[in-house]
């Protein structure tokens, strides 16, 4: 299903020829094809990231490989709520999870900051595991915030020079819920507690959209989706 032929290298030193190709074709794609044609594209070079506040990317996309694999930020400091989400998903799907955790000494929010922690517990650990990857699938979508809103389907993460894929960059709220009654998919129970978006324990409250994470501070990303669209 691959709309070109694709050489594979990991990094990707530039954007790809046929990237813009590839993100006109799949701009309102079903999420179900546009997965399809990441699994056929990049194959084992291909990395699911799930935050653990639901199941609904790791449903869509085990659908496209079984054994995908799927990449869950460990930092330390999850809710309980959050670490059970994965343990269930993991068994229910039999998923090839793979656990990222910071090394030794890492920054700590409550000594360095929220921006050095994320840095350090979030964002570090996810670009050493990237480096081996063509590509990378999140559930980012332009509903969630204005940080968000000119996020793509298929575009270039410059940051890391690889692709970065957002299958259901397009689906709303409603949209979200109706998969999840649809298809008995594995909800983070703090969802039902008011939290609408789910970092750690620590920083995160209720609220609507991610305005509990990092309440108060403005701050509406932790880093790992600020980087640059360009080449």
Known sequence: ????????????????????????????????DILAWAVDTFGSDLSVACSMQDGVLVDLAVQADPGVEVVFLDTGFHFGETLTTARRLKARYDLNLVTLRPGAGADSYDVDGTD????ARKVAPLE????????????????????????????????????????????????????????????????????????????????SGRDGRWAGSGRLECGLHLVSRGG
């Open 1 to 32: 299903m691959s709309a070109v032929p694709v050489e594979l290298s990991a990094p990707i030193a530039r954007p790809p020829l046929w990237l813009p190709a590839a993100a006109a074709k799949f701009a309102d794609a079903p999420a179900a």
């Open 116 to 119: 050095a922690c994320c840095a």
């Open 128 to 207: 050493r595991h990237l480096a081996g990857r063509a590509a990378w699938v999140t559930g980012l979508r332009r509903a969630e915030s204005p940080t968000r809103a000119a996020a793509g389907t298929v575009e270039w993460d410059a940051s890391r020079r690889m692709v970065k894929i957002n299958p259901i960059v397009g689906w709303s709220d409603d949209d979200v819920a109706r998969y999840i009654a649809d298809h008995d998919i594995i909800v983070n129970p703090l969802r039902d507690k008011g939290y609408d978006s789910i970092g750690c324990a620590p920083c995160t409250g209720p609220g």
